[in-house]
């Protein structure tokens, strides 16, 4: 036998096992896809119930008296921001893993999340009017560029690791990272449904953005600075005592409970949320455009050697 014969032997071996290879890192992908979906959808159902569990526990508490009142809700926020925290954290270990997110993605969401922290303690140090805040602009920015998984941890690590710089830690926190989170999430599925880009552009043409895009962007800022400070008051609006037309009660059909929340969000968070959205319009005019390219040359050159390894 020749050394070529020998050779050829060994690539036939290799071709023979190049299929097989071939479908055991299919399957494994497929594996760490879904386990990654599992893990995102059981968060959002999670996160549905926390919000859920305060209008259950208030129902409750009205049955037994004053005594029930008093308990109720006090244990929810700190179980809830521990689960938050271990579903993200599984969330990074899966990614890592697959090729949805590379480990420079992830050093650079940790960038991020650090500078919206700056964002967070200068406006501690300096507070603008009302609901104003800058740290939502890259949350919308990051997620719209990078995805809705990438969003979400976007905007939940984002509140909790500002808030221990800032001592923001009490119990709205959870829910301000489900929210945030929320943001980020739908930010990108925005990303995913852009019809005002034309297929096939070059990179460089991907840089200049129409302005469409922008002024969905903007749009998508505003209504969201509106329905954050919405879904935030869900999780007081039941211990809230006042008017029987603003306060929430058990038993009330599903119409008369969202016009007494009306009627309440109207009266006390409506002008504080406006002032949110209008800086989220602001901060996107401003910046969104120089912010997207930056983040685009980022992706790409993210992606690029993602595929190439």
């Known amino acids: 036998m020749t050394a070529h014969d020998i050779a050829a032997g060994f690539g036939k071996a290799n071709s023979l096992d190049r299929p097989h290879t071939g479908r055991l890192a299919f399957a494994g992908r497929a594996v760490q896809r879904a386990l990654s979906a599992g893990i995102y959808t059981l968060t959002a159902l999670i996160g549905v119930l926390i919000f859920l569990y305060p209008f259950l526990s208030v129902a409750v508490a009205q049955q037994q ?17 521990a689960l938050i925290i271990v579903l993200c954290l599984a969330a990074l270990i899966v990614e890592t893993q697959g090729q949805a997110m590379s480990a420079k993605l992830v050093a650079l969401l940790g960038v991020l999340i650090a500078m919206n922290s700056v964002l967070r303690m200068a406006e501690t140090a300096f507070p603008g009017p009302g609901g104003f805040t800058p740290i939502f602009l890259l949350i919308i920015l990051s997620g719209y560029v990078f995805g809705a998984r990438f969003g979400f941890l976007m905007g939940a690590l ?4 500002s808030a221990l710089f800032t001592a923001g830690i009490g119990p709205w926190l959870p829910y301000q990272m489900f929210t945030a989170g929320w943001m980020g999430m739908s930010a990108g599925w925005l990303g995913n449904v852009r019809w005002w880009r034309v297929a096939g552009r070059s990179p460089r043409a991907q840089d200049t953005h129409s302005k469409s895009e922008l002024a969905a962007l903007i749009i998508f800022g505003a209504l969201w600075g509106l329905v954050y400070g919405a879904i935030m008051n869900l999780w007081f609006w039941p211990f809230q005592a006042g008017s029987p037309e603003q306060s929430w009660q058990a038993g009330l059909s599903a119409g008369d409970t969202l016009q007494r929340y009306l009627v309440f969000y109207v009266a006390t968070s409506l002008t504080w949320d406006a002032f949110r959205a209008a800086g989220n319009v602001i901060l996107l005019a401003l910046f969104g455009i120089p912010t997207l390219k930056a983040l685009l040359r980022f992706k790409r050159r993210f992606l690029f050697e993602t595929e190439r390894t």
Do not use: D, R
């Open 65 to 81: 008296g004053n005594a029930g009142m008093q308990t109720a809700g006090s244990v929810s926020s700190p179980f809830a921001l």
């Open 158 to 161: 984002s509140m909790l690791v």
